[in-house]
């Protein structure tokens, strides 16, 4: 769900790479595209549906203004909001090791990641606004539990190899499902993915080289590590969704280009990753079946517990409560100074008449 | 309690224009700018920012195409391409 819209999850088997290279060239990639695509011409079909269907056809962007189907909108609302709230509710994990970082080096960097993820949210919020939706409405459907966030930061953080963990498996994860984002057929969401995604990569990096660090230091440091990534692997396998047998109403997303790969294509590119980077950290992936498959050209891995994913998407999960909880705090602490903000500003705005807005 | 829309522009490097890059909410200008500050140019994306209400902007058109473009489509003559250039001329 992180990115990927839980209720239409799923769909047509599928699983070419969409671009090889690194997680910044396939980005650039999309961005290529998105300029090539936009100096091809659209057939001149006048009526509305007719004009949206051939924009889509020609893998341009429909942009806030165009005619749209209602459901096209509706969805695209309620996936990107998902995708803003998940940024918001993930800084809690995280947030949770600031202040106790082993050196002012890491805890300066934790705290730029955390910042992105905040900007995150806030660029998503403001692409879902372009569909017709205010900002209270989509914090409000966030705070009063209407709208979910992905499952994944419902779980705790309990050492500091996790914040490692979380930036190499749990921000890899949400880069897998991302970059075939910044294609997505609508405009502002599009180019929000590929300026999100752009800066995501420092984020799997800088987990990467913290459990590297880990992995290289003593035996219980090693330890350490290794314990994250046995806790982090099978929920962040479980960030892609059910699996393809059991969701349905994708195609529409398909055939929109709003989503482009199924949960089982996209789970499965995550693994084939994984297994490279995991040896070279010298940690180990906590799955007996893990092996190549020479037939598929695919590692064999086995499924996460796809009841748990369930559990904690119902609220049943070991953080659900705490996340909700620090979020309302967080936002009813926060009113007075939105208040005063407000009130200075219409103070100044009545003082300065010329000054509009 | 709503808080005002701003489109925010980003000049990336000198030389370069202005260019849309996203919007922020912000009680006024001010905090506009530095909201947008933080939010479009924690990597040193800017050299210049400007905020605008987003209520100050005046489309051409409730649509992205429109007919409101078409007069340009058949002045074909407006483009350097249009004129055949006689051979030997230089400079042109
Ligand atoms: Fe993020
Ligand atoms: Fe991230």
């Known amino acids: 769900m992180y990115g990927n819209d839980f209720a239409e999850a799923g769909g047509a088997g599928c699983c070419e790479s969409t671009a090889g290279g690194t997680l910044l060239e396939q980005v650039e990639a999309a961005e290529r595209e998105l300029r090539s695509a936009s100096e091809r011409r659209v057939s001149g079909d006048n009526r509305l549906q007719g004009y949206f269907d051939a924009v889509i056809e020609a893998d341009q962007k429909i942009e806030p203004r165009d005619w749209m189907p209602e459901e096209y909108r509706r969805g695209l609302i309620r996936q990107i909001a998902q995708h803003a709230h998940s940024e918001i509710i993930g800084m809690q994990p995280e947030g949770n090791w600031i202040s106790r970082a082993p050196s002012l080096k890491r805890k300066a960097i934790l705290l730029a990641k955390v910042q992105d993820e905040a900007g995150h949210g806030l660029y998503l919020y403001a692409a879902a606004e372009t569909l017709g939706i205010s900002r209270e409405e989509l914090v409000g459907m966030l705070l009063n539990g209407r709208q979910k966030y992905s499952s994944i930061f419902n779980y705790p953080t309990l050492t500091w190899a996790d914040v490692g963990a979380v930036g190499w498996l749990v921000d890899g994860a949400a880069i897998v499902n991302q970059v075939p984002l910044c294609r997505c057929s609508y405009g502002p969401y599009a180019r929000a993915m590929i300026r999100i995604c752009k800066e995501e990569s420092f984020h799997q990096r800088q987990g990467y080289e913290i459990l590297y660090t880990l992995a290289q230091g003593t035996d219980s440091q090693k330890a350490m590590a290794q314990d994250a990534i046995n806790r982090w692997w099978y929920p962040s396998l479980a960030m892609f969704g059910p699996p393809d047998s059991d969701s349905t109403h994708s195609e529409r997303s398909m055939a929109w280009k709003i989503k482009r790969f199924s949960n089982d294509g996209l789970r499965q590119r995550f693994v084939d990753m994984c297994v490279q980077q995991a040896s070279v950290l010298g940690l180990e992936l906590p799955d007996p079946e893990l092996r190549w498959n020479a037939e598929r050209g695919h590692y064999d891995y086995t499924e996460p517990d796809y009841d748990e994913l369930m559990q904690v998407i119902k609220g049943n999960g070991p953080c659900n409560r705490q996340r909700m909880e620090h979020r309302r705090r967080a936002h009813e602490e926060g009113a007075w100074v939105r208040e005063a903000a407000a009130a200075y500003a219409a103070k100044r705005a009545a003082r300065v008449p010329e000054v509009a807005a | ?92």
């Open chain 2, 1 to 92: 309690m709503t808080q005002p829309l701003w489109e925010v522009f980003v000049r990336p490097r000198r030389g370069l224009a202005h260019t849309h890059v996203g919007s922020l909410h912000a009680p006024d200008a001010e905090l506009a700018l530095r909201n947008a500050r933080d939010l479009y140019t924690r990597r040193q994306e800017g050299v210049s920012l400007w905020v605008v209400p987003a209520t100050a902007i005046t489309a051409s058109s409730p649509d992205e195409k429109d007919s409101f473009f078409d007069p340009a489509a058949d002045k074909v003559y407006r483009h350097p391409t249009f004129y055949d250039v006689p051979e030997g001329a230089g400079h042109i």
